[in-house]
Structures are given as structure tokens and as C-alpha cells.
């Protein structure tokens, strides 16, 4: 199934990415999303509410993580089709279950989340970026979330720590 959001003809597209959430949904972090066009959750979100707060700020899309369980995850994917501003995303939730080369599928960015480390890095032209845990601050890592911002020609990410 594939999402699709809003061209870069009217400025910067910016889309936000959030991971990890674990049921907990900072204020600090809503304030970073909002004037995204668009929010992909690489999962563990931990629980409904969280995406509807989300859906509040803009639309969402949002993978199944590791932890989240019960009825209310039966329609989330495991995996997930992002197209935003002409820009091709791959979602998923642990990177270590990467099945496909993104290159190869014509996949500008591939977002995931799982080990609560921000990271992003560059293989074969395509960006990967993990925008972290903005959830519950685990393993003594930093609590954050991250924009993309893509003006029609280049895609910069951006990793934004958040002070509990």
C-alpha cells in the first residue's frame, strides 16, 4: 500500500520521522513535527493514542515494531511504501530485517527505528536515516526525532534531541 503526500512545488517538503514512541508521546516531540507535511512512525509505537495524536499534527504512517502487540496493530504492516514530494521511502522497523536492496528498488530513503540510536548514513545513494527513541529514554541514548527536508533536488536530514 502506498502513502503519498504533497509535491515540493510549494517550498521545502518537510516529513517528519518518529520511532520507538513505547505508548509515550512527548509533548516536546509534537512541537518538533508540527508544519510537516507528513509523519512516518517506524514502530514500536505501544499504543493507538500515540498515532492519533500524531494524526493531529499530520497524516501518519506507521509501521508495526517489535513490541507492539494486540488487536489494535492488526491493520499496522510490517513494512511500509512511502511516496512524499516525488521522494521514494522504505519503513520498516529493524533494519537487521532489510529483505530487499533499496538501490536496487529505486528507493531515495529508507527509515527504521529498533535500537534507539538517531543514525543516519548513506549506501549506495540512498539515505537511511533512524530518527531514534522518542519515547521512554532507554540505555542511556538521547530522546529524539528527526525532519526531512527535501527542496526537489536534495533531501537533508535532520536529527532533533528533545530535553525531557
Not at 494524526?55 to 509501521?63: D, F, G, L, Y
Not at 508495526?64 to 513494512?79: F, I, K, Q, S, Y
Not at 519503513?91 to 543516519?120: M, N, T, W, Y
Amino acid at each position: 500500500m502506498k502513502h503519498e503526500s504533497g509535491g515540493a512545488d510549494r517550498g521545502p517538503c518537510l516529513i517528519g520521522l518518529i520511532s520507538d514512541t513505547h505508548g509515550l508521546l512527548r509533548p516536546q516531540a509534537l512541537r518538533v513535527l508540527r508544519g510537516v507535511s507528513m509523519i512516518v512512525h517506524a514502530g514500536d509505537i505501544g499504543s493507538p493514542l500515540v498515532l492519533e495524536e500524531l494524526r493531529n499534527v499530520a497524516p501518519v504512517t506507521a509501521v508495526r515494531g517489535n513490541m507492539d502487540g494486540g488487536p489494535w496493530v492488526a491493520d499496522l504492516p510490517h513494512t511500509e511504501v512511502v511516496q512524499a514530494c516525488t521522494l521514494s521511502l522504505y519503513v520498516l522497523h529493524d533494519l537487521h530485517q532489510l529483505s530487499l536492496d533499496p538501490a536496487a528498488a529505486g528507493f531515495d530513503v529508507v527509515v527504521s527505528g529498533h535500537s534507539h540510536r538517531p543514525s543516519v548514513s548513506k549506501r549506495k545513494g540512498v539515505l537511511f536515516v533512524n530518527p531514534g527513541s522518542a519515547g521512554p529514554r532507554r540505555f542511556g541514548l538521547p530522546i529524539s526525532v528527526a525532519i526531512l527536508r527535501f527542496d526537489g533536488a536534495s533531501v537533508e536530514p535532520q536529527i532533533i534531541e528533545i530535553e525531557p
